[in-house]
């Protein structure tokens, strides 16, 4: 009786791979639809924001239309309209106007 219990337990090798096998594909899965996208959208932005120049047409994360002035490592002054001039931090800037030909 003794042999029939010891046999019908399962061996801790299986047990401890059937655990670990949910795991790895929870990481490949939050890598692949997390991470992976996450720092391909973080490098456009700092390419993005690298490539800015002093006439380009720009919008704040704030919604804030502008042109380029000057630009420093941080900070940006944007022209609003012929007399206003605003500073903000090159973080602020959410993406560049491209200009459509035509």
């Known amino acids: 009786m003794f042999f029939q ?10 047990s401890l791979v059937t655990m670990i096998i949910p ?3 929870m990481i ?6 997390l991470i992976r996208p996450q720092k391909k959208k973080q490098s456009q932005r700092t390419t993005m924001l690298n490539a800015l120049k002093k ?13 380029i002035m000057e630009l420093t490592d941080d900070t940006v ?3 609003v309209n ?3 001039k605003l500073t903000f931090d090159r973080s602020a800037i959410s993406h560049a106007i491209k200009e459509s030909e035509g």
Do not use: M, N, W
């Not at 219990?5 to 299986?14: C, D, H, K, N």
């Not at 490949?28 to 639809?33: G, H, K, P, Q």
């Open 77 to 79: 002054v944007l022209r």
């Open 28 to 33: 490949a899965v939050f890598y692949f639809l």
């Open 5 to 14: 219990y010891a046999a019908q337990q399962p061996t801790g090798g299986s």
């Open 55 to 67: 006439g380009d047409k720009i919008v704040t994360i704030g919604g804030l239309h502008g042109t």
């Open 23 to 25: 795991f790895v594909i």
């Open 82 to 84: 012929d007399v206003t």
